[in-house]
């Protein structure tokens, strides 16, 4: 059964860096693109970051040089290394395959993980 499993969420002061990692059961993390969406409270999704499977990433400019998004086969897990951490980044961030190469659109996105919760404070 496909299953992405995101963890390391938490509590953090603003300022501060926190790394968050998406695991990946029965497939690939080689066969997909592997982005990290998050919904804040009464918003809808929003992207943040993807990695393809030549390693080429892309970010949202509201976390562009700030987040870094990484893969490790051997692992077959993906981290987003999140640094100066805002409290507008405070959401529920969740990871999710897409075929779709380089694909900011989280309407492009099939398997999804349930998704770690990430709180800065002010």
């Known amino acids: 059964e496909v299953q992405l499993q995101a963890s390391g969420g938490g509590l953090v002061q603003a300022g501060g860096s926190l790394r968050i990692s998406c695991a990946a059961s029965d497939f690939s993390i080689d066969d997909y693109n592997i982005g990290w969406i998050r919904q804040a409270p009464g918003r809808g999704r929003e992207f943040v970051a993807v990695v393809s499977w030549n390693g080429f990433s892309i970010y949202a400019d509201s976390v562009k040089g700030r987040f870094t998004i990484s893969r490790d086969s051997t692992k077959n897990t993906v981290y987003l290394q999140m640094n100066s951490l805002k409290s507008e980044d405070t959401a529920i961030y969740y990871c999710?395959?897409?075929?779709?190469?380089?694909?900011?659109?989280?309407?492009?996105?099939?398997?999804w993980g349930q998704g770690t919760l990430v709180t800065v404070s002010s």
């Open positions: 999710a395959t897409t075929t779709v190469w380089n694909s900011s659109d989280p309407l492009t996105y099939g398997y």
